[in-house]
């Protein structure tokens, strides 16, 4: 609830700091970022972050594969004693 309060006072201060600053303040903000988004530099991060996150991806979904594998032939395994020794009954 603490989180929440706190995320809607920002939301508050947010809204009446930008109705103050007005529209043009606004444009020249929005000029800004769009000038930061073209810039080489950052789109070459950008997109080497999101092939590093592709990779990890891919590496563990590698790593996850063999156990959903083992998870299914336990599954399928006959009714009886599990890796425990106890009884499925």
């Known amino acids: 609830m603490r989180y929440r309060l706190t995320f809607i006072t920002g ?3 947010g809204y009446v700091l930008g109705t103050r ?3 043009q303040r606004y444009e020249q903000l929005r000029a800004c970022a769009q000038k930061f988004a073209r810039n080489p530099a950052v789109r ?5 972050a999101a092939q590093g996150g592709r990779h ?3 590496r563990a979904l590698d790593k996850v594969r063999p156990l959903r594998e083992k998870i299914g032939q336990r599954d399928a395994r006959a009714v009886g004693e599990d890796d ?6």
Do not use: K
Not at 44 to 48: C, D, L, Q, V
């Open 44 to 48: 070459n991060t950008a997109e080497s």
């Open 11 to 13: 939301m508050a201060v």
């Open 21 to 23: 600053a007005g529209r």
């Open 56 to 58: 990890a991806a891919v």
């Open 84 to 89: 425990w020794g106890t009884s499925n009954t």
